[in-house]
């Protein structure tokens, strides 16, 4: 089964994220908005138990830590995707790099660059006339994260949760 | 903000009524398939606090119950939803009666009546036709529940998971 962690931002900013990925995103019916912790990956059962486990211990030694967002950026010209972009402040980075360590697969595809996307696969015209709008753009977010969660894909492509994480909580 | 309680089935059965949902449920991109336990109620930020304390107590004396599915069923002709009829077990049934009592809102729409929706407003002609494809088929569904998710609505309609609860666990 394919697996992810990702954190969700309150509500107020899914909602601003959505306001914009219903137009620009085509993954907008597919999993809430989110920050990815930890790419897709495979699992079996077994092996999920385990990783279940060490989610737990590391959730127990996390401290709470700052979400901040003050603009969008773009990931092109690699890829033409827009993004509400997340301070890497070094709470989140700690964290995502446990998730590479140890007993989980730790092939990392890109370096982690914190991010809520709010549009992908954007043609070169639509990439430039929304992030030329959104560019000046300020945001003043600033909220605490306080847990993680493990999804798993289903074979439509969406997105359910497997189980939440509490810093500070082992079970 | 508006939150539900519900369950969600294993990744299979998650597949398989999303393979209905696709094409006949509305509601589709919203939620991925889930029996929902306590119907959406309104709660604040404080209140959701005394309540997800209640929720750990909850979850800490359920016990895993099973989730049997056998057939498909059908609401009409109070509304057009065909959904698949989930077996009320004795700790369904108690553990949904919790969600009503004491500090919880606890008016009830409908009687509870387990399920997961496979197609809802559909017209009546529609409503015969994937009804009585579906009524004679057999389904030998049979899983452990081991816990529940309090979710939160976005204002596009879809939902978002605030907090699992294992059975059997406090934190």
New interface residues.
């Given amino acids: ?1 394919k697996y992810g962690i990702a954190i ?1 931002p309150s ?1 107020a900013v ?2 601003i994220a ?1 306001s914009y990925r ?1 137009r620009y995103d085509p993954n ?3 999993i ?1 908005p989110h920050i990815t912790v930890k790419e897709r990956f495979d699992a079996t059962e077994e092996e999920i138990k385990e990783i279940t486990a060490e989610l737990h211990n590391i959730a127990k030694e996390t401290k709470p830590f700052p979400l901040i967002i003050k603009k969008v950026s773009s990931f092109s010209p690699v890829t033409n995707t827009v993004y509400l972009k997340v301070e890497p402040v070094e709470g989140l980075i700690e964290l995502s790099n446990k998730f590479y360590e140890g007993i989980f697969p730790n092939e990392r595809t890109y370096a982690f660059v914190p991010h809520i996307t709010i549009g992908q696969e954007l043609s070169t015209d639509e990439h430039s006339d929304v992030y030329g709008s959104l560019q000046m753009e300020k945001f003043d977010i600033h909220e605490q994260v306080d ?1 993680f ?1 493990l999804l ?1 894909q ?3 492509g ?7 994480f ?1 810093f500070g ?3």
Same sequence: chains 1, 2.
């Fill in positions: 089964m969700f509500k899914q909602d959505n219903k907008y019916a597919l809430p847990r969660q798993y289903l074979e439509n969406s997105w359910s949760v497997h189980e939440t509490k909580e082992d079970c």
